[in-house]
């Protein structure tokens, strides 16, 4: 059962490195995304970047979308650091998604129930299985 979350747990990391692709195609910009138009600002249109200012930012939706790919990776590989690349990651995506905060909502509420549960987790089971177990 413990091996079925694991893998769901790895899944759903890479789920959600997927959609933060979208932010990075969306904001280089590579692809037209209806729900995630180009602008060049971010806090709600009050801080202003630019077009090479939002490449920058767009390049933080990649850092997180490989972190959460490599973090899955990790896990299932049972590397013993993806919980530090997991945290630091979190801590990206979460602070992307809260300055894109009308079109990214989600992925912060998301990231806030990926620092619970691993913190939770991290207090209650030992969060890296034993090689062959």
């Known amino acids: 059962m413990f ?13 959600h490195g997927l959609i933060h692709l979208m932010g990075f195609f969306a904001y280089w910009p590579l692809v037209v995304i209806p729900d995630l138009a180009y602008k060049t600002s971010i806090f709600g249109g009050q801080i202003e970047l630019g077009t090479v200012g939002m490449r920058v930012f767009s390049i933080l939706w990649l850092v997180a979308a490989l972190g959460f790919f490599a973090t899955g990776i990790a896990m299932i590989g049972r590397w013993h650091r993806w919980q530090s690349v997991l945290l630091g990651i979190t801590l990206i995506s979460f602070i992307v998604t809260l ?5 990214a909502f989600r ?7 990926i620092l619970i549960v691993f913190l939770i987790a991290s207090q209650t089971i030992k969060l890296i299985p034993a090689r062959g177990h």
């Open 3 to 15: 091996g079925l979350l694991w893998i769901a747990g790895a899944l759903f990391l890479g789920m």
């Open 99 to 103: 300055l894109d905060w009308s079109a």
């Open 107 to 113: 992925g912060t509420i998301i990231d806030v129930a």
